[in-house]
C-alpha cells in the first residue's frame, strides 16, 4: 500500500478508531456526556484529514474501495449530518435513566457505514458498508422505550430490510455469476450469452436499491418508519442513509454503464414518475408532519433518479467519458457537483 492510499483512508481509519475509543469509553465511565461530547469529537476530528486525502487523488483500495473527491465530499455530508443528529438528540436521550451513552456509539457506526458505502467500488465493500448502516439504524429506531410504535416501526425496517439486502445479495451473486467479477467495473465487457443472467442479476440488485431509496413500489415502510422513529433519527434516515444508497447507486451506473440499455432506462424513468406522483399526492392527505415528510421524501428520490434517467439517454460516446479517467479526477476537485 502506498503513502498515498494510506493518506486517502485517513479519515476511514481515524473515524473506526475513533469509534473503538468511544466504545471503551462509553463501557468504563457510563456517562451520557462523556458519549455526547465524544461522539462530535470522533465525527468531526476526520474531517480535518479530508484535505490530505484528497491531494493524493483519485485511490483505489485493493479494488473494494474508491476513493475520491466524489466519496470525500460524502464522507464530509454524512459526518455533518451524524453531528447534527447527535446534538438534536441530546434533549431526547436527557430523560433517559439508563443507556442514553449507546445511542451515540450506534451513530458514529452508521456515519462509518454510510461513508463506506459511497466509497464503495466492490459489492463486498458495498453490502458491508449498507448492513453497517442499517443494523445501526435498527437499534436507533427502536431505541425509546415508552409505547410500541417505535419497536413496531423498527421490526417493520428490519424484517423489509433484510428481504431487500437478501434480494440485493442474490442479485450480487447472479452478476457475479455472468460477469466473474464483483467490481462494479466487471459488468461492462460480460459475454453474450451471459446478458440474461446479468439482467436477471441487476434486476434484483436495483429491487433491493429501490426499497433501501423507497421508492414506489417499494415504498410501503417509510411513513410507519418515520412516524415510529424520535424525529432526530427521522431526519438521519432520510439523510445520510437515503443519501450513501442514492450515491452508491449513481457511482455503480456510471461504472457498469447501466443505463446503456434502454430497457433499464424505461424501468428507472417510470419508477422515478411513479414516486414523484405517489409521493407528493400522497403527501397532501397527511396530518401527521412525519408522515407527510415520508411521503414528500418519496417525491423527491423520484427528482433525484431523473439523474440517472438523463445519464441513460446520454450518447455513448458521453458515457465513456463518465467512465473515463478524466471524469474521476472531476469528481475528485468537484466532489459536490457528483
Known amino acids: 500500500m502506498s503513502v498515498e492510499q494510506v493518506w486517502a483512508l485517513m479519515p ?29 469529537v470522533v465525527l468531526a476530528v476526520p474531517l480535518g484529514f479530508l484535505p490530505a486525502a484528497l491531494q493524493g487523488g483519485t485511490q483505489i483500495i485493493d479494488t473494494v474501495l474508491e476513493v475520491d473527491g466524489y466519496a470525500l465530499f460524502f464522507f464530509a455530508l454524512f459526518s455533518v449530518a451524524a453531528i447534527v443528529t447527535a446534538v438534536l438528540s441530546e434533549r431526547f436521550l436527557r430523560s433517559r435513566a439508563t443507556h442514553a451513552q449507546e445511542f451515540y456509539l450506534l451513530l458514529t457506526t452508521a456515519a462509518l457505514g454510510a461513508a463506506v458505502t459511497a466509497g464503495a467500488a466492490h459489492f463486498a ?73 446479468l439482467a436477471l442479476g441487476q434486476g434484483m440488485l436495483l429491487a433491493g436499491v429501490f426499497f433501501k431509496l423507497s421508492l414506489v413500489p417499494f415504498h410501503m415502510w417509510t411513513p410507519d418508519v418515520y412516524q415510529g422513529a424520535p424525529a432526530p433519527v427521522t431526519g ?20 457498469a454503464d447501466l443505463l446503456a440499455s434502454p430497457t433499464v432506462g424505461v424501468l428507472v424513468a417510470v419508477i422515478a414518475v411513479l414516486s414523484m406522483i405517489v409521493g407528493n399526492i400522497l403527501a397532501l392527505l397527511q396530518t401527521s408532519l412525519k408522515r407527510l415528510l415520508a411521503y414528500s421524501s418519496i417525491a423527491h428520490l423520484g427528482y433525484l433518479m431523473i439523474a440517472l434517467v438523463v445519464a441513460g439517454t446520454a450518447r455513448p460516446r458521453l458515457r465513456r467519458r463518465l467512465r473515463s479517467d478524466d471524469t474521476r479526477r472531476f469528481r475528485r476537485d468537484h466532489g459536490a457537483v457528483g
Open 125 to 197: 465493500t458495498f453490502l458491508l458498508g449498507v448492513e453497517v448502516l442499517s443494523i445501526s439504524l435498527y437499534a436507533m429506531i427502536a431505541y425509546p422505550e415508552e409505547g410500541r410504535t417505535p419497536l413496531e416501526a423498527a421490526a417493520k425496517y428490519l424484517v423489509l430490510s433484510g428481504a431487500a439486502s437478501s434480494t440485493m445479495l442474490f442479485g450480487m451473486a447472479l452478476i457475479y455469476l455472468a460477469s466473474g467479477s464483483m467490481s462494479f467495473d466487471g459488468a461492462v465487457n460480460v459475454a453474450t450469452g451471459e446478458r440474461s443472467v
Open 12 to 40: 476511514y481509519l481515524v473515524l473506526a478508531g475513533g469509534i473503538v475509543v468511544l466504545l471503551l469509553a462509553v463501557a468504563w465511565l457510563q456517562s451520557r456526556l462523556v458519549a455526547f461530547f465524544g461522539s462530535i
Open 236 to 255: 438521519f434516515v432520510a439523510t445520510v442513509s437515503k443519501g450513501a444508497v442514492f450515491a452508491v447507486l449513481l457511482r455503480y451506473a456510471v461504472d
